[in-house]
């Protein structure tokens, strides 16, 4: 959809939204944007599991979610996250609606492996009719990085919700918010890459660690038709990925 913006927040932008979110929000439903916002909640499920003396455990970067620790994952992405940033864009005219009960008409995935990280999936379709509808009311819909899987909900990582939703509705733009502003390379921003250059900076060792699987998913989000993707800590700067 041409005028489709999709927003992933994670880390410090998740606990609350900055005045400049809000603003350039705005700005974007001014000029006719359609927005999804796809929001994880890592630190409230953190500390809910911390309270009730759950040990955290991660594998390859990703949260082993048992059977018990689902409805840990569930009450921090569902009560404590997704209310705070629709509260948030309500309270400041934006209006948006968090989506609970009807996730699994959106989202279906598959078990990514179950005896390794448990309820743990990955995206195995986006069904888009009900977000064009939500869309078309002229409101930002607000998803958790969960889908389901035969009526069962399953934990996946934000990034690749927010990827599978901005390809399945060929956003213009995917932008994926983090703690950290954008590629650096020697201590600087790098404020372009394209697909060409991807592969490139990873065998350079310039792009490393976990921000070597997010500009592989940004480079294959740009091929499968989505515009441009923004990858820093705010929605207007950091590193632009685009085709070569």
């Given at each position: 959809?041409?005028?489709t913006?999709?927003?992933?927040?994670?880390?410090?932008?998740?606990?609350?939204?900055s005045?400049g979110?809000?603003?350039?929000?705005?700005?974007?439903?001014?000029?006719?944007?359609?927005l999804?916002?796809?929001?994880?909640?890592?630190?409230?499920?953190d500390?809910?599991?911390?309270?009730?003396?759950?040990?955290?455990?991660?594998?390859?970067?990703?949260?082993?979610?048992?059977?018990?620790?689902m409805?840990l994952?569930?009450?921090?992405?569902f009560?404590?996250?997704?209310?705070?940033?629709?509260?948030?864009?309500?309270?400041?005219?934006?209006?948006?609606?968090?989506?609970?009960s009807?996730?699994?008409?959106?989202?279906?995935?598959?078990?990514?492996?179950?005896?390794?990280?448990?309820?743990?999936?990955?995206?195995?379709?986006?069904?888009t009719?009900?977000?064009?509808?939500?869309?078309?009311?002229?409101?930002?819909?607000?998803?958790?990085?969960?889908?389901?899987?035969?009526?069962?909900?399953?934990?996946?990582?934000?990034?690749?919700?927010?990827?599978?939703?901005?390809?399945?509705?060929?956003?213009?733009?995917?932008?994926l918010?983090?703690?950290?502003?954008g590629?650096k390379?020697?201590?600087?921003?790098?404020?372009?890459?394209?697909?060409?250059q991807?592969?490139?900076?990873?065998?350079?060792?310039?792009?490393?660690?976990?921000?070597i699987?997010?500009?592989?998913?940004?480079?294959?989000?740009?091929?499968?038709?989505?515009?441009?993707v923004?990858?820093?800590?705010?929605?207007?700067?950091?590193?632009?990925?685009?085709?070569?």
């Amino acid at each position: 959809m041409k005028h489709t913006i999709v927003i992933k927040i994670g880390g410090m932008a998740s606990q609350q939204l900055s005045q400049g979110f809000i603003k350039q929000i705005k700005h974007w439903r001014k000029e006719g944007k359609q927005l999804v916002i796809v929001h994880g909640g890592g630190f409230a499920i953190d500390k809910l599991m911390k309270d009730q003396k759950v040990a955290v455990e991660k594998i390859d970067g990703l949260r082993v979610t048992r059977k018990e620790t689902m409805a840990l994952v569930e009450h921090g992405l569902f009560e404590i996250v997704g209310p705070s940033i629709t509260t948030s864009l309500n309270n400041a005219g934006c209006d948006s609606v968090q989506i609970k009960s009807n996730l699994g008409r959106i989202l279906e995935a598959d078990y990514l492996d179950q005896e390794k990280y448990g309820y743990v999936g990955q995206v195995k379709k986006v069904r888009t009719q009900y977000l064009e509808h939500i869309l078309a009311e002229g409101l930002i819909p607000v998803l958790a990085s969960m889908a389901s899987h035969q009526g069962q909900l399953l934990n996946v990582n934000a990034d690749y919700v927010a990827t599978a939703i901005a390809i399945a509705l060929k956003a213009e733009r995917l932008i994926l918010m983090t703690d950290v502003p954008g590629v650096k390379e020697e201590g600087a921003i790098l404020p372009n890459l394209n697909t060409a250059q991807v592969e490139e900076k990873i065998q350079s060792g310039i792009i490393t660690g976990g921000m070597i699987p997010k500009i592989q998913g940004a480079s294959q989000t740009v091929q499968a038709g989505v515009r441009t993707v923004l990858i820093g800590d705010n929605l207007s700067k950091g590193t632009l990925i685009s085709l070569a």
